[in-house]
């Protein structure tokens, strides 16, 4: 019977791509493979796939001999994300039935709660974790698998962005809750045009760019 363990690669990509996105490894860091190989308790083998892997997805650029370069997320990046977001997270909640928005409701108002516990425990992890939750909820209520996979895949760079956003989202904690229980009253209320709006604003604001996509800019709908 095979092992349930993950195998020594898969510990090491694991480990290594948390630290990447909770920026223990900085963009800009040199990582060492034999380094890293001590930091890990294990051979420079499964060293050596874990960055391959990390490279194949754009978190780290590997030089023969040098070490493996970690890379940021640029800022067009980073609001080509929150554009993505908007689009998915709106159309989700669009699609989900009136009841659903509202049985939502009761569970995102705990998660709004425990996220006022962790910032005032000053875990920003634990915040950080439980946005993101609130946050997937949303794609979640829409029952489409493939937007929830869709979503999925843009995760870590949520993460890294929230965690290189440094003092600012320290700084935006308390608002961050505040608009997250107004999404929440809006979809108690029934009120998906408030929810959308709220959303927009609600995600260029912590990112700290526009929303391009169905924004103001971009035309008004009748």
């Known amino acids: 019977m095979a092992s349930a363990d993950p195998s020594a690669s898969e510990r090491a990509y694991q480990q290594l791509r948390g630290h990447i996105l909770d920026h223990t490894y900085a963009p800009g860091t040199m990582l060492g493979e034999a380094a890293l190989a001590v930091e890990l308790g294990m051979s420079r083998t499964p060293v050596r796939v874990a960055l391959a892997r990390l490279q194949d997805e754009g978190w780290i650029v590997v030089y023969p001999k040098r070490g493996a370069l970690v890379q940021g997320v640029t800022d067009r990046t980073a609001a080509e994300l929150a554009d993505a977001r908007f689009v998915l997270e709106t159309t989700a909640i669009d699609r989900a039935t009136p009841a659903r928005r509202r049985e939502l409701a009761g569970p995102l108002a705990d998660s709004v709660e425990a996220q006022r516990a962790a910032f005032e425990a000053g ?100």
Not at 126 to 150: C, K, Y
Not at 171 to 200: M, P, S
Request: aromatic share 8%; charged share 30%.
């Open 123 to 222: 875990d920003l992890r634990q915040f950080i974790d439980l946005t993101l939750r609130f946050h997937r909820s949303f794609i979640e209520a829409g029952s489409n698998a493939v937007m929830l996979e869709l979503y999925d895949r843009l995760s870590d760079r949520h993460r890294f962005v929230l965690f290189g956003s440094g003092d600012r989202l320290l700084k935006r904690c308390a608002d961050i809750i505040a608009e997250h229980q107004r999404l929440v009253d809006r979809l108690r209320a029934g009120d998906a045009r408030g929810f959308t709006e709220t959303l927009r604003a609600h995600i260029a604001e912590t990112n700290a760019t526009p929303i391009r996509l169905f924004g103001s800019d971009s035309g008004k709908s009748s």
